[in-house]
């Protein structure tokens, strides 16, 4: 009797391979699945509350809506209410609002006009001040500069012996330093011009001028004063000369500080005490 050979149940690694990739996709469909399930529950959920807020947002503006046309019903009656007491019909009322409205516009373009006029004023004046305030510096400033060339110029001016061995007091060598002098008023100080062959009355005094070298700066010239005549012979430019007069003997200087042909040009100092000139009456 012949064997027969048993048929063996044993998988290749081919079968085993394709049942292993099964169960995986199996398994990630399922896995598929169930996420789909949570996001379609979780989205059911959100259309549900979206249609809850769109249905009571719906509700709010029919009630809002519902609200509105009450009030103008309500509006409308008192109009009408108003027109009535008033005699007027609802246009007139209108146009009676309107013109308030036109009225009440104007008054505020008025008033904003009002408001920058008055700012421009305001502003105008701020500049105006501060104007005032730069001007007001700048005196300052010219005055500090005035008092310092004042200063300068007298610490310039010097002390001189005068003919008469007597020491003077500043000597002014132009027009400008002696309206130093006269500034301080510690004399009285008279200018004056004058010209060869004629006599001139200067404070109390009279002079006369006999000669004038320009050359070496010279000049000549006699003083009457007390019915006496005193000859100031060979004086030089800028030399204090001085002399006595008046019956309490006071100390008058002179000094010339500028000579031309047949001129002199300076001037008489005397103490604040001494006698003032007479002016002679339509001078």
Same mark, same amino acid.
Request: glycine share 6%; no cysteine.
């Given at each position: 009797?012949?064997?027969?050979? +048993?048929?063996?149940?044993?998988?290749?690694?081919?079968?085993?391979?394709?049942?292993?990739?099964?169960?995986?996709?199996? @398994? @990630?469909?399922?896995?598929?699945?169930?996420? $789909?399930? &949570?996001?379609?529950?979780?989205?059911?959920?959100?259309? !549900?509350?979206?249609?809850?807020?769109?249905?009571?947002?719906?509700?709010?503006?029919?009630?809002?809506?519902?609200?509105?046309? @009450?009030?103008?019903?309500?509006?409308? &009656?008192?109009?009408?209410?108003?027109?009535?007491?008033?005699?007027?019909?609802?246009?007139?009322?209108? +146009?009676?609002? %309107?013109?308030?409205?036109?009225?009440?516009?104007?008054?505020?373009?008025?008033?904003?006009?009002?408001?920058?006029?008055?700012? %421009?004023?305001?502003?105008?004046?701020?500049?105006?001040?501060?104007? &005032? #305030?730069?001007?007001?510096?700048?005196?300052?400033?010219?005055?500090?500069?005035? *008092?310092?060339?004042?200063?300068?110029?007298? @610490?310039?001016? %010097?002390?001189?012996? $005068?003919?008469? $061995?007597?020491?003077? $007091?500043?000597?002014? *060598?132009?027009?400008?330093?002696?309206?130093?002098?006269?500034? #301080?008023?510690?004399?009285?100080?008279?200018?004056?011009?004058?010209?060869?062959?004629? *006599?001139?009355?200067?404070? !109390?005094?009279?002079?006369?001028?006999?000669?004038?070298?320009?050359?070496?700066?010279?000049?000549?010239?006699?003083?009457?004063?007390?019915?006496?005549?005193? +000859? #100031?012979?060979?004086?030089?430019?800028?030399?204090?000369?001085?002399?006595?007069?008046?019956?309490?003997?006071?100390?008058?200087?002179? &000094?010339?500080?500028?000579?031309?042909?047949?001129?002199?040009?300076?001037?008489?100092?005397?103490?604040?005490?001494?006698?003032?000139?007479?002016?002679?009456?339509?001078?």
């Amino acid at each position: 009797m012949s064997e027969t050979p +048993e048929v063996s149940e044993q998988h290749t690694p081919e079968q085993r391979s394709y049942s292993s990739l099964f169960l995986l996709l199996l @398994a @990630a469909a399922v896995v598929a699945a169930i996420a $789909g399930l &949570v996001w379609s529950y979780s989205l059911a959920g959100r259309l !549900t509350h979206a249609e809850a807020q769109l249905s009571a947002a719906q509700q709010q503006n029919q009630n809002l809506t519902s609200a509105l046309d @009450a009030t103008n019903a309500r509006l409308k &009656v008192t109009s009408e209410t108003l027109g009535h007491s008033l005699g007027m019909t609802q246009k007139q009322l209108e +146009e009676k609002a %309107q013109e308030l409205l036109r009225r009440q516009d104007a008054s505020t373009k008025r008033l904003e006009s009002a408001q920058a006029a008055a700012q %421009q004023q305001i502003s105008s004046v701020s500049t105006d001040v501060s104007g &005032v #305030k730069t001007d007001v510096g700048g005196v300052k400033t010219d005055l500090s500069e005035t *008092k310092t060339q004042l200063q300068n110029t007298e @610490a310039q001016m %010097q002390k001189m012996t $005068g003919d008469l $061995g007597l020491q003077s $007091g500043l000597i002014a *060598k132009n027009h400008d330093e002696l309206e130093i002098l006269k500034h #301080k008023g510690d004399r009285n100080y008279y200018e004056f011009t004058l010209n060869k062959g004629s *006599k001139k009355p200067i404070s !109390t005094v009279t002079l006369e001028l006999k000669k004038a070298d320009t050359k070496h700066s010279r000049y000549t010239l006699e003083v009457y004063a007390d019915d006496k005549k005193i +000859e #100031k012979k060979d004086r030089g430019l800028n030399e204090p000369v001085q002399f006595y007069t008046g019956k309490d003997n006071l100390l008058y200087e002179m &000094v010339v500080n500028n000579i031309n042909k047949n001129q002199i040009q300076g001037y008489v100092s005397t103490p604040k005490n001494a006698p003032q000139p007479v002016v002679p009456s339509g001078q």
